[in-house]
């Protein structure tokens, strides 16, 4: 792999080639995603949208790879060749492009970053919900305007595709509280799950990051009155970083009027609880006692929480956010309520043995924790 940045070229419009055919096929990729996110009734909108924007930077890096380095953006074994999958040479996937490419803003590189994270997270799983849709759709946006931004910066104007885009039509009315309501009563554990890891990972950016319009692009749609000119267009896009500050501080007064009060309480935390307070409060509840020991072998089995040598590949924010949540200030665990209830429903009940959660480790076999809830 190459240690440094890749270093920035201009580039004449491609002739024909592995280049242009991998930046076509990105090209391509970014209009499909578009495309089928725009569409109502298209089913699964989110999850083929953040699939096809992967794909989309993937081969965009890919092609920019390509025409700098040659074909060296591949996986080798130690012993020089090429590592293979089907046959067919492996290439770095869109986590080891964007550390080889090394030109992005921390505020992009994040945004990508989420999507990677979140279409793990979605890959073996069918949300066919537009509330997700709803949730990050300022992430979404970015996304998209970030890719954009970068297929221009790499291959020039020539390649822009944003002619090739139509606003979509946007109903007026906004669904009622009540229906909001009943819309929430159905939610799947699995939607709950990808909103709380949403939410855990807005919760761990710095400020500068999250209020960044390249990490998420936050709209308000208000009706434009009149046009100063006929031929104006019905839909104008602000560019923020282009305004003057007092241009800023009247839409900042707009916002005010119209957003929803957010108190924010200076405390972190609040009601989780760290291992030895579990064990504690288990084992005043059971006739059994467990240790250390066994709790880190039942939060392995129930795949509750990451351990380097249960799970080698895992990311440290992958838990089963109902019980457990990672802390990344002090990088720890710390433990919701429902855990203990979970461990002394499970011993209580004989749900599972102490000798067999001990061979289930051993084996390192992970558990479907809703058979035992």
């Known amino acids: 792999m190459q240690q440094s940045p890749i270093k920035l070229m201009k580039t004449p419009l491609l002739r ?3 280049t242009k055919s991998l930046l076509e096929s990105s090209i391509d990729c970014a209009l499909l995603a578009v495309e089928i996110y725009n569409k109502p009734r298209a089913p699964f909108r989110v999850e083929t949208f953040i699939t096809h924007m992967v794909m989309a930077w993937t081969r965009l890096f890919q092609s920019h790879f390509n025409l700098t380095i040659g074909e060296t953006y591949f996986y080798k074994e130690r012993n020089g060749r090429y590592k293979l999958v ?3 040479k492996k290439a770095w996937e869109l986590k080891t492009c964007i550390k080889e490419y090394g030109n992005l803003s921390d505020p992009v590189k994040t945004n990508l970053e989420f999507f990677i ?6 890959e073996h799983r069918t949300i066919d919900k537009d509330e997700i849709g709803l949730t990050i759709f300022g992430e979404c946006q970015a996304l998209l305007y970030n890719y954009e931004n970068e297929l221009i ?14 606003y979509s039509l946007q109903f007026s009315r906004l669904r009622t509280s009540q229906q909001k309501k009943a819309s929430k009563q159905l939610l799947s554990t699995e939607y709950k799950d990808l909103i709380e890891f949403v939410k855990k990972y807005r919760e761990h950016l710095r400020e500068d990051i999250y209020n960044s319009q390249e990490y998420s692009i936050k709209l308000i749609q208000i009706p434009k009155i009149s046009n100063s000119n006929k031929n104006d267009l019905a839909v104008e896009f602000v560019n923020w970083s282009s305004l003057s500050n007092d241009d800023k501080d009247k839409f900042d007064k707009l916002t005010a009027i119209i957003k929803d009060k957010v108190i924010k309480i200076e405390a972190v935390n609040i009601g989780k609880l760290k291992p030895t307070k579990v064990l504690s409060e288990v084992n005043s509840r059971t006739t059994i006692k467990i240790t250390h020991a066994d709790h880190k ?14 799970s080698p590949d895992s990311d440290p924010f992958e838990t089963n956010p109902r019980y457990c949540l990672y802390d990344e200030a002090h990088q720890d665990y ?3 309520d429902e855990w203990i209830v979970f461990l002394v429903k499970l011993i209580q009940e004989n749900k ?5 959660w001990k061979n289930h480790f051993k084996q390192k076999k992970i558990l479907n924790i809703s058979n035992y809830e």
């Open 16 to 18: 024909k080639g592995k």
């Open 352 to 356: 599972l043995s102490r000798e067999n």
């Open 117 to 122: 994270k979140l279409r793990n997270k979605i």
């Open 334 to 336: 710390l433990y919701q």
């Open 86 to 88: 089907d046959g067919d």
């Open 297 to 310: 072998q039942l939060l392995c089995i129930f795949k509750i929480r990451p351990y380097p040598d249960f």
């Open 153 to 166: 910066k790499l291959f020039g104007e020539d390649y822009a595709i944003n002619e090739s885009l139509a």
